[in-house]
């Protein structure tokens, strides 16, 4: 099993809601990534776990909340975002040691009204 | 600090043609380099990757990218495009690999449109 699933694959919410992205793998990778993409922009790097611990924090707004509750699953819990925040989000995951290459999800479409 | 200069940000072809995308990093120590492409809709997927060795590197789907240190390189090429390429690819620079705290540079991107 070669591949990284997200769930959901769109998303629509409020500036008030609560909601949460999940991004699973199997390929035993210990380093995982979630990263942001704008319209037309490459992807922008927000988080980075390493053996489940967070290893990079790209100065990411506290209203996103990364959270790797074991090997395979990393969650990015959304609260009180703001539109600007609308975009696609990456979840992708790599063996350690090979930070170039990495599996990408196919992404959440995030839509914030 | 690691930098990616993507020179085209817009590449059309015609079906059947040549094309090459062009790419220029900066590093201050060795790097490791690589091409990503994402359809449209869909997550990035690794074309391929130059990590030492020989310097014309080849990928999936018919692609090659040579590095070339003078110059600070790395260009992509495909001698005969189809319309499935069209897509934006993206250059990527790592300057290590060994530790949780490396992190992947990517260029701006460029949109190859392949037209019929």
């Known amino acids: 099993d070669t591949e990284v699933t997200q769930t959901p694959k769109h998303l629509v919410m409020g500036m008030t809601n609560k909601k949460s992205l999940k991004c699973e793998q199997h390929m035993g990778h210990r380093a995982m990534y979630w990263y942001k993409q704008k319209a037309k922009k490459p992807p922008e790097l927000m988080f980075v776990?390493?053996?489940?611990?967070?290893?990079i924090n790209e100065s990411v707004p506290s209203r996103f909340s990364p959270e790797c509750p074991n090997s395979s699953l990393l969650n990015l819990h959304l609260h009180a975002l703001q539109p600007e925040d609308s975009a696609l989000y990456l979840c992708?995951?790599?063996?350690?040691?090979?930070?170039?290459?990495?599996?990408f999800g196919p992404g959440t479409r995030l839509t914030v009204l | 600090a690691q930098s990616v200069t993507q020179l085209d940000s817009q590449v059309p072809v015609f079906e059947e043609a040549p094309v090459e995308l062009r790419c220029n990093y900066s590093?201050?120590?060795?790097?490791?380099l690589f091409w990503y492409v994402q359809y449209p809709n869909q997550g990035l997927q690794l074309l391929l990757k130059?990590?030492?060795?020989?310097?014309l590197v080849k990928g999936i789907n018919g692609f090659e990218a040579e590095f070339n240190k003078s110059q600070t390189s790395f260009h992509l090429r495909k001698p005969s495009v189809h319309i499935s390429d069209t897509a934006e690819y993206f250059c990527a620079v790592s300057e290590g690999s060994g530790g949780s705290n490396y992190k992947l540079t990517f260029g701006k991107g460029t949109l190859l449109t392949v037209n019929p």
């Open positions: 776990y390493s053996y489940e611990k967070l290893s």
């Open positions: 992708a995951s790599t063996e350690r040691g090979r930070v170039g290459e990495q599996f």
């Open positions: 590093s201050s120590v060795s790097v490791y």
């Open positions: 130059y990590l030492s060795g020989s310097t």
